[in-house]
């Protein structure tokens, strides 16, 4: 399997400052097609996940562009350039590369 | 705008199956798409379990395997998992799930998700 860990597990984030969410993978998830097959979903309280970044660093519909992503390879980064109260909730990372399909433990953010 | 809702039971016995259904709408099942569950348990993270595609090609966690059953019925846009012997580690919310594939047959993104359905195993 290819393992996905995630840091910091909790991130407390004064509304309008920047947020950081490291995810590296056990195995490079750099394809030979030269994309990255890294997503990242949010999963707001009470809700279901909501897939915000694919393949490494595209946004994806809707999604504010105060959320990016980058990395390659099992060093995998999701930025968030000012968070908002309504970015509340737990972060994971997926890829979706190699059966069985794994996400991160999770990163919980929360507005100090 | 696809959307995804799961059916079943909320209580299994112990020792048990467990059956769930899946419904899709505002779109085919028969698609460039490849359809999934994936469970959490209170609290905890996000398990992958099965995936399907339209022409009955599936995949299994293999840390489920032995236990796990997924199918798809194209004329009823619907697809299932049964979980057989079922203990209270399987309490969980299971979702469905759509995913797209971004190239031939590399899987992209998961990007829809049903609301999820909480089944509790429990005597």
């Known amino acids: 399997d290819i393992g996905m860990t995630q840091s910091p597990l909790s991130l407390p984030v004064t509304p309008g400052e920047p947020a950081s969410i490291s995810c590296r993978s056990s195995q490079s998830l750099l394809y030979s097609n030269g994309y990255n097959y890294v997503n990242w979903y949010l999963q707001k309280p009470g809700q279901s996940p909501q897939l915000l970044i694919y393949l490494g660093s595209n946004r994806a519909s809707g999604v504010p562009d105060r959320f990016s992503g980058s990395g390659s390879g099992t060093d995998f980064t999701l930025k968030i350039s000012g968070v908002e109260a309504e970015d509340v909730g737990v972060y994971y990372c997926?890829?979706?590369?190699?059966?069985?399909?794994?996400f991160g433990q999770g990163t919980r953010l929360e507005i100090k | 705008q696809v959307q995804l809702q799961e059916s079943g039971p909320g209580l299994v016995q112990p020792s048990g199956t467990l059956s769930l259904t899946c419904g899709v709408s505002?779109?085919?099942?028969?698609?460039?798409?490849?359809w999934s569950w994936v469970r959490q348990p209170p609290g905890k993270g996000l398990e992958w379990i099965a995936e399907?595609?339209?022409?009955?090609?599936?995949n299994y966690n293999p840390s489920l395997r032995s236990r796990v059953t997924i199918s798809i019925d194209n004329f009823k846009n619907q697809f299932s998992l049964k979980f057989n012997s079922v203990t209270a580690a399987d309490t969980a919310v299971y979702y469905c799930?759509?995913?797209?594939?971004?190239?031939?047959?590399?899987?992209?993104?998961?990007?829809?998700w049903g609301q999820g359905t909480l089944v509790t195993v429990s005597s």
């Open positions: 399907i595609r339209h022409d009955g090609s599936h």
């Open positions: 505002g779109g085919s099942i028969i698609s460039y798409n490849w």
């Open positions: 799930t759509r995913g797209d594939y971004h190239s031939g047959w590399l899987k992209g993104a998961i990007d829809y």
């Open positions: 997926m890829q979706p590369l190699q059966i069985p399909i794994t």
